[in-house]
């Protein structure tokens, strides 16, 4: 009837005590055509129409304008719109009580000569006719009234996909993010996992009460890891598949929203996963940190799990992760986080590792100027506080690129495409590789270290700093 209109949104234009919302009513009002329908067949029709939602006012309000226009449709049916109107919201209780759900199975319902006492003196001072009255019970007790409800695909669609944007916009507070499409990407892990919070995004502290662990059937799917309560939960579709027609030929278009069920979602982009070894309650657990300052503890079943489970979510975040843009600037002496977006990279893998290489030696540069102006200031000044967050946050960067250089270094070699990459520089990322993985194996295990020349002392209790108090 009104093109561009859901079912859901007709009745707040028409619920209002006003003038505007009164006119609207009569207008609309006047596409449906009662004549010569009793009052329960046109009250059905009426319903079909749109959903009728809103408070107790404003429901009386629209039955009103829909008493009117049966009267108008059937002169002399009744004695007064009053009338029409009562009988009416008659009905809506009769139907409440018969086929209500809140009293129950054992709850007496009303019976055809109560209601009929009820409505005693009701029209206009005077009594309904008594065989209306029994035609209207019999008739609401043998097929009760239905509300219209936009149970299409198309409306379903468009409501999940409203709430899929509206999750997705709660992952980050910056609007400028990209928002990832969970019905398509790359997977690169499935499975069963436990997961702790440790620290909300920037960097505080999960309050005391959120931080137990929780099972969850997790799925790594580009730069996000969505978390459901078990396995069945990503596999439900809100719309089946499709098959449509691109260049004369068939194609199944999968519409399947996996983010409906998700119980949480988690940014990877720019992520670090390391083995948890300050972690001694529970055995197999990742520390997760995120470029939004959130920590995670993530549990696997066992040793092999566990690597699979690091591995992946470092390779995803190595692939994928877009170059970091330059920090904020601005007139305060404090340090600035770079800006680290969460779209997809467009580099190929060898693109991705020159550019880490070429990160890793900015920080290098960055440290030896933090080092030489360290000696040179006082440590008590403002500028001094914010050059030892700086350098706790480049160490840790240079942890996290290292980390990078190595997964991508060791999927080029093993996809074959290293023989693709110019000599000059082959020769160059041969080099890096050779340097990082001489770094890497300075850095124990159990906490964040130094490289194998003490250039670069990396104080656990900053680099947690870094992670967990920059904003």
């Avoid at 009386?60 to 009338?83: A, M």
């Amino acid at each position: 009837m009104l093109d561009g209109f859901h079912k859901s949104d007709i009745a707040r234009h028409l619920s209002k005590n006003n003038d505007f919302s009164r006119a609207v009513a009569e207008e609309y009002l006047k596409h449906f055509t009662f004549e010569e329908e009793s009052l329960d067949i046109s009250l059905r029709k009426f319903l079909q129409a749109f959903q009728l939602t809103g408070e107790s006012a404003e429901r009386d309000r629209i039955l009103v304008h829909f008493s009117k226009r049966y009267l108008e449709c059937n002169p002399g049916s009744f004695q007064s719109q009053d009338s029409v109107h009562i009988l009416t919201c008659a009905l809506m209780l009769l139907n409440a009580d018969l086929h209500g759900r809140a009293g129950g199975a054992l709850t007496k319902k009303m019976t055809c000569s109560q209601f009929i006492k009820r409505l005693s003196g009701l029209n206009d001072g005077d009594n309904f006719p008594v065989e209306v009255l029994r035609q209207l019970y019999c008739s609401i007790k043998a097929q009760p009234l239905e509300w219209a409800n936009d149970d299409s695909y198309e409306d379903a669609a468009r409501g999940q996909q409203l709430q899929t944007q509206n999750k997705l916009l709660a992952i980050s507070a910056n609007p400028f993010l990209d928002m990832a499409n969970p019905g398509q990407g790359n997977e690169f892990k499935r499975g069963y996992i436990m997961r702790k919070c440790c620290h909300d995004p920037g960097g505080k502290r999960t309050p005391l009460g959120k931080r137990g662990w929780k099972m969850y059937f997790a799925i790594i799917r580009d730069l996000i890891l969505y978390l459901y309560k078990d396995e069945g939960g990503c596999r439900k579709q809100i719309v089946p598949s499709r098959t449509e027609t691109v260049n004369g030929n068939h194609q199944r278009v999968d519409t399947s929203l996996p983010l409906e069920n998700a119980q949480a979602i988690v940014r990877i982009h720019h992520a670090l996963a390391r083995p948890a070894t300050d972690y001694k309650k529970k055995q197999h657990v990742i520390c997760l940190y995120c470029a939004d300052e959130s920590q995670f503890y993530i549990q696997a079943s066992d040793p092999k799990e566990m690597q699979s489970w690091m591995n992946s979510l470092n390779i995803a975040a190595a692939q994928l992760s877009s170059q970091t843009l330059a920090a904020p600037v601005g007139s305060q002496q404090r340090f600035q986080r770079p800006l680290m977006p969460s779209s997809i990279s467009k580099f190929s893998l060898r693109e991705q590792l020159r550019s880490y290489s070429e990160r890793v030696g900015e920080i290098e540069l960055e440290l030896e100027d933090l080092k030489r102006l360290s000696q040179e200031k006082s440590n008590k000044s403002a500028a001094s506080v914010a050059n030892k967050e700086k350098e706790a946050f480049l160490q840790f960067e240079f942890l996290r690129y290292n980390v990078y250089i190595e997964l991508l270094t060791d999927k080029i070699v093993l996809s074959g495409t290293m023989n693709l990459v110019p000599n000059d520089q082959l020769l160059e990322a041969d080099e890096q590789e050779a340097l990082s993985t001489e770094r890497l194996k300075s850095l124990p295990n159990d906490s964040w270290t130094q490289t194998s020349k003490d250039r670069y002392a990396i104080n656990p209790n900053d680099a947690n700093r870094a992670m967990m108090t920059h904003t």
